[in-house]
């Protein structure tokens, strides 16, 4: 099978869609698979990319980590019917996903869309950042899964969420995999050697991009009161980004500095030694729709302490591989950080989080990620444009823009319907969300 995706995320960014795009590439063509990705140019990439399509991109878009992807269609059909791909999955709801959307349609391909990403938690990245825009991240990705035939949700929640908003009901859930096999091994005295943290300290650990998104205030608290109550424990924080300065404040006003650790952002066997190093993985995000980070913790034998929310509640299963809280309480963050350390309780919880990890080994992900491009690809029928003649190319990319044109409209419809709920909440609080005889009639989708 010839796959091409669409990612507007690539190496070397680190996030988890990069590294779950890379994995799925490899884990198809470990199997046997052509894979052909279509990705923004970016500093610092690898020069030589024969599976990899670059086009030019805005770099770290609004001073983020992020580039933006300037993509031009017509640039792309070359290498895309020299490619003849079976399939198109994309990655993200625009930008390059448009672009995704526009080449299933000129071609007649099935269009698969994996929605990674909890879009409404990121708009502070763009000028403008308001409810207003929360929602229009939301309409957008929604809308987005009705150009698809099938979609892809990284955990079961994300899926229900989905459900609950009215997307494309054509859903699977498929994990993003972690190598659990390499995961499993690492040197747990390399870091510690580096920091010099004592052999027998309990090293509390943190892995992830340190952004606003990511809960870091929270955490920093909830970790530093930790390392208050214990004496002989420490972190070990993996990553970087602008929310470190708030992770060494908040270490600062718990007078604990001394045994709070950055590594800075790491890859491959560093990254694995620093999971080694950690007696327990502590995250507090609300934005993930899996936290990969949190199966490859696990993958490395830690027990988890988590925060109740979407694709995290499906891994960590409170008293058996970790702690999952259901409120932001610092102190209760604390106290579920030192019970999975006590050496009465942490061999069950290390051999529960190994058992975990097997279900999100990257191979099964692939696997099941294949049944949905069998699935999209049984639905669509075996009819592609791309040996198609001239007039026949340029009537299919009308249809494709014509198409893109319909999905437009009917985020723009979804807005406008939001808006006239909002406006009415506002105005009759006694009695919204029930029907009321006054209420207005909203436009229909």
């Keep these: 099978m010839n796959v091409l995706m669409f990612t507007n995320t690539y190496a070397p960014i680190v996030g988890g869609v990069s590294e779950s795009v890379q994995r799925s590439k490899h884990q198809l063509q470990q199997a046997g698979h052509r894979v052909l990705v279509v990705a923004p140019r970016l500093e610092g990439q690898p020069e030589h990319e024969p599976d990899v399509v670059r086009v030019v991109a805005v770099q770290h878009f609004n001073g983020s980590d992020f580039s933006l992807p300037v993509p031009i269609p017509g640039q792309l059909f070359d290498a895309i019917e020299a490619f003849e791909p079976d399939i198109v999955h994309s990655h993200h709801p625009f930008l390059l996903g448009d672009t995704a959307a526009r080449a299933a349609e000129t071609y007649g391909l099935p269009l698969v869309f994996t929605h990674h990403t909890l879009y409404e938690h990121y708009t502070h990245y763009v000028p403008g950042d ?76 943190h892995l992830g ?52 650790c950055f590594t800075g952002c790491l890859h491959g066997q560093a990254l694995i030694d620093a999971y080694h190093a950690m007696d327990v993985f502590a995250f507090a995000s609300h934005s993930e729709t899996q936290g990969m980070v949190v199966a490859e913790a696990m993958a490395a034998g830690l027990p988890v302490v988590a925060l109740d929310a979407p694709g995290v509640r499906e ?34 919880l290390h051999e529960a989080a190994l058992s975990t990890a097997q279900a999100y080994d990257e191979a099964r992900c692939a696997e099941r990620c294949l049944r949905v491009y069998r699935l999209a690809i049984a639905r669509g029928g075996p009819f592609t444009h791309a040996d198609d003649g001239g007039w026949e190319r340029v009537r299919s990319r009308l249809g494709a823009e014509w198409q893109m044109l319909r999905y437009r409209g009917r985020v723009l419809r979804h807005l406008v319907q939001e808006e006239w709920r909002e406006e009415w909440r506002e105005e009759r609080p006694s009695w919204w969300p029930g029907q009321h005889e006054d209420e207005p009639e909203l ?3």
């Design 315 to 348: 891994v960590v299963r409170n008293g058996e591989n970790g702690r999952l809280l259901a409120h932001e309480d610092e102190q209760a963050f604390a106290l579920a950080l030192a019970e999975c350390t006590d050496a009465r309780y942490w061999p069950a």
């Design 209 to 260: 991009r340190l952004a606003k998104e990511k809960n870091l205030a929270f955490l920093a608290g909830a970790v530093c009161q930790a390392l208050v109550e214990d004496a002989e424990a420490w972190w070990l924080v993996v990553g970087d980004g602008d929310a470190r300065e708030a992770v060494e404040a908040a270490a600062d006003r718990h007078g604990v500095s001394e045994r709070v």
């Design 130 to 205: 308001s409810s207003r825009m929360q929602r229009f991240a939301v309409a957008l990705a929604t809308q987005y899964t009705w150009l698809c035939d099938e979609v892809i949700a990284p955990s079961e929640s994300v899926k229900q969420l989905l459900v609950q908003r009215a997307g494309n009901p054509d859903m699977t859930v498929v994990p993003s995999g972690v190598d659990t096999s390499r995961f499993a091994t690492g040197k747990r005295d390399h870091w510690r050697d580096h920091f010099a943290i004592p052999t027998d300290a309990r090293v509390i650990g």
């Design 443 to 445: 436009p229909s989708r």
